[in-house]
């Protein structure tokens, strides 16, 4: 159980174009859900907090206008980076925490890497 | 604010090697701490978690322990397989934060037949 997926697995797109990403919690809600950025090699970053029904709360120094996001039902959140740039490649995870749960676990998507070209 | 500092990395062992890696932490409540593992071009998996303090977090023969008075967990395996070789990230979730993580470096470890 607690199973998240994330489409697509890889993108690769032209600089100026839009790319949006999903993440998909498959056999459970989730009132909350998380986006992250990792660099090769690097730790993940949290880029923003996304609330079913309300707006995403982002982290400092995060475009919020760049990367938008989506959290309209239960199951589902998505990320659209618009205007894509080389600098935005990057792998983009999501995790996603149970509703209704004390537990501060969250369960992670197997992630999208971005490629920009 | 919280944060999570892992011994620098890579480390590499031979198979049947023990294995430590360190994390120690800064919080300003209670946390939970957590080991992840991420395996090349795959998302994080949750390996073991704790609490609170003086518990003891075990998973496919790794193990941590919640140390309050050493601010640490470290994570620890008698005897690692190939198949362990990936990154490893600490992390904490702070009651004053929700249900955010804050994440070590990550330590990347490889094991060699």
């Known amino acids: 159980g607690a199973v998240v997926s994330q489409h697509p697995s890889w993108v690769i797109c032209k600089s100026g174009t839009s790319v949006k990403i999903e993440c998909r919690s498959l056999d459970f809600q989730a009132t909350t859900m998380f986006w992250y950025r990792q660099f090769p090699k690097q730790s993940l970053m949290l880029m923003a907090t996304s609330n079913e029904g309300s707006k995403a709360t982002y982290e400092q120094g995060v475009e919020k206008d760049k990367f938008l996001i989506n959290h309209a039902s239960l199951t589902l959140s998505t990320l659209t980076v618009t205007s894509a740039h080389p600098e935005d490649s990057s792998f983009y995870i999501c995790?996603?925490?149970?509703?209704?749960?004390?537990?501060?676990?969250?369960?992670f998507g197997p992630g999208t890497r971005l490629t920009v070209t | 604010g919280d944060s999570v500092t892992q011994m620098e990395g890579p480390v590499t062992l031979s198979e049947e090697a023990f294995l430590t890696i360190n994390c120690t932490y800064t919080a300003t409540g209670y946390p939970s701490l957590f080991w992840y593992v991420q395996y090349p071009g795959e998302g994080l998996q949750l390996l073991l978690k704790?609490?609170?303090?003086?518990d003891k977090g075990s998973n496919k023969g790794f193990e941590a322990t919640y140390r309050k008075e050493t601010t640490s967990f470290h994570l620890e395996k008698g005897s690692v397989q190939v198949s362990d070789s990936a990154v490893y990230f600490c992390?904490?979730?702070?009651?004053?934060?929700?249900?955010?993580?804050?994440f070590g470096e990550g330590t990347q470890l490889t094991v060699n037949p």
């Open positions: 992390a904490l979730s702070d009651q004053t934060s929700g249900s955010r993580l804050t």
């Open positions: 704790a609490t609170k303090a003086d």
């Open positions: 995790s996603a925490r149970l509703s209704g749960r004390t537990s501060y676990e969250q369960y």
